[in-house]
């Protein structure tokens, strides 16, 4: 079956406050990097998912997205999906 | 002076454990969602910097990525950057 990899990066909503990402600025001047504006820090989940299609994939990690990475009520997401190429690496020779 | 927005990937390395990923995998099969391996969080930092030119800002978010946003012992991180479009929405009409 095929393989797909998926990365979901989850990021707080803009409304909602970011301690840690401040914090992490403002150790940015002190470490001598000016001009550092808007840090943010989220999630970067990377998985792999088998799926007879790549639809199929999507839906299954949207699903997983909504319900178990993310939390939606303070949380956005985005879904970058890719096919894994299959190789003939595993083959006898 | 150029704005930059730059998107850090923070990844444990291949080498080291990442039990909240995996738990995450396993509760992705509670949910009926099956054949998703390879599960391992990281982490998303978006920031923006004002730099003369790319290159500049892209060293500047290097040394702020080794010394402040992964711990190179365990992580691995990579760097994307773009500069931010200035428009005229700012401008008196």
Redesign the interface.
Known sequence: ?PRFHARV???LRPSVLDPA?EA??A??SR?G???????????????????PDADTARS?VE??SD???ANPVIENWELELSEIATTNASLPA
Chains 1, 2 share one sequence.
Do not use: P, W
């Open positions: 079956m990066l989850v990021s990402g992490t600025r150790a940015s470490l990097v000016e001009g550092v504006s808007r840090l943010r820090i989220g999630k970067a989940v990377e998985l792999e998912i088998e799926a299954r699903l997983l319900r178990l990475l």
